[in-house]
Every structure is written in structure tokens, then in C-alpha cells.
């Protein structure tokens, strides 16, 4: 079983930065490749990237590359993302997701954190 908690969340004005974080429960953390969704009001849950248990491959969607960073450390459970040049269009909460292989479906995460509210306002 995982736990995972975001945090890092908040009101941010278009064009700012917001760093989240994500801190896992248990010892298989380094195990479970990583991911971050986010859903806005109305809409779909939707992939937003992953990255893999070493850290060394990332992918991301269309909407967020080159503005978004996935990053993990191991060493403290943690996984991050570096948001910036954030749009109004942004605004969503934003979900970890944990699962055994690359997490860009929601049908491949195994554990879900409760979720970070991040509002851009324009």
C-alpha cells in the first residue's frame, strides 16, 4: 500500500512559477514509476507527465512540455513538479499517481493522492 500526499498548491498570477510536491508512504517508493494529473472543474482527469523509477525518462503532455519539470528524489520519497509560465488554462487540482509501469492513463495508476488546488489567475 501507498499513501501520497501533494502539497505546494495555490493561487498564482499567469506568466508565475509553483513548485508541488508529492511525498509517498512506505519503503517501495523507488519502485513505482511516477505520475501528476490534473482535472478542472467540468472536466476529465487528465495526464499531465510521469516519470520513471530512476528518474531518467520523463514524458509529458503536449499542453505543459517545456513549461513543466517532473523530478523525483528517492532518497525522500518525493516527486515534484516545476510549473512556469503558468496559464489561466492551468487551473486545476492536481493529482500524484503512483503505478507498476508508465502512468500516462488513468487506468495504469494503482494509488492517487487527494489532490492540490493551483488557480491562475489572469
Known amino acids: 500500500q501507498v499513501q501520497l500526499v501533494e502539497s505546494g498548491g495555490g493561487l498564482v498570477q499567469a506568466g508565475g512559477s509553483l513548485r508541488l510536491s508529492c511525498t509517498a508512504s512506505?519503503?517501495?517508493?523507488?519502485?513505482?514509476?511516477m505520475g501528476w494529473f490534473r482535472q478542472a472543474p467540468g472536466k476529465e482527469r487528465e495526464f499531465v507527465a510521469t516519470i520513471d523509477w530512476s528518474g531518467s525518462s520523463t514524458y509529458y503532455a503536449d499542453s505543459v512540455k517545456g513549461r513543466f519539470t517532473i523530478s523525483r528524489d528517492n532518497a525522500k520519497n518525493t516527486v515534484y513538479l516545476q510549473m512556469s509560465s503558468l496559464k489561466p488554462e492551468d487551473t486545476a487540482v492536481y493529482y500524484c499517481?503512483?503505478?507498476?509501469?508508465?502512468?500516462?492513463?488513468?487506468?495504469?495508476?494503482?494509488?492517487w493522492g487527494h489532490g492540490t488546488q493551483v488557480t491562475v489567475s489572469s
Open positions: 512506505g519503503r517501495t517508493f523507488s519502485s513505482y514509476t
Open positions: 499517481a503512483a503505478g507498476r509501469t508508465i502512468v500516462t492513463v488513468t487506468t495504469r495508476v494503482d494509488y
